[in-house]
């Protein structure tokens, strides 16, 4: 079984910071993209940001675009989520996983093969 382990959530005010970590198997970290995802309440799961491996090359869904930053630590199978300037419709459970990213121009999808346990992330004044 693949676990992916996240953590780092918390509450937080409109126009903090928060950065989650997510701790990968070295054989899903190497053989994978891994990235995030969020669900509000009430919503459906949608996708926040993934990394390209082995490009390296970053992307995020327009509503988390200049404030949030993905990025990993290669010696540490981690990825990380630094989201800052967070705003109240940033409140969601996130969760690391992993899969293949297909890309049509600009656009892109997932579907994840591997899932972390969400993390909360609450903003709230």
């Known amino acids: 079984e693949v676990q992916l382990q996240a953590s780092g959530g918390g509450l937080v005010q409109p126009g903090g910071s928060l950065r989650l970590s997510c701790t990968v198997p070295?054989?899903?970290?190497?053989?994978?993209?891994i990235g995030w995802f969020r669900q509000a309440p009430g919503k459906e799961r949608e996708r926040v940001s993934f990394?390209?491996?082995?490009?390296?090359?970053?992307y995020y869904v327009d509503s988390v675009k200049g404030r949030f930053t993905i990025s990993e630590d290669v010696s540490k199978k981690t990825s990380y989520l630094q989201m800052n300037d967070l705003r109240l419709e940033d409140t969601a459970v996130y969760y690391c996983?992993?899969?293949?990213?297909?890309?049509?121009?600009?656009?892109?999808?997932?579907?994840?093969?591997?899932w972390g346990q969400g993390t909360q992330v609450t903003v709230s004044s």
């Open positions: 996983a992993a899969g293949t990213l297909s890309t049509v121009d600009s656009d892109w999808s997932i579907q994840p093969d591997y």
């Open positions: 070295a054989f899903t970290f190497n053989h994978y993209d």
């Open positions: 990394i390209d491996n082995p490009s390296n090359k970053e």
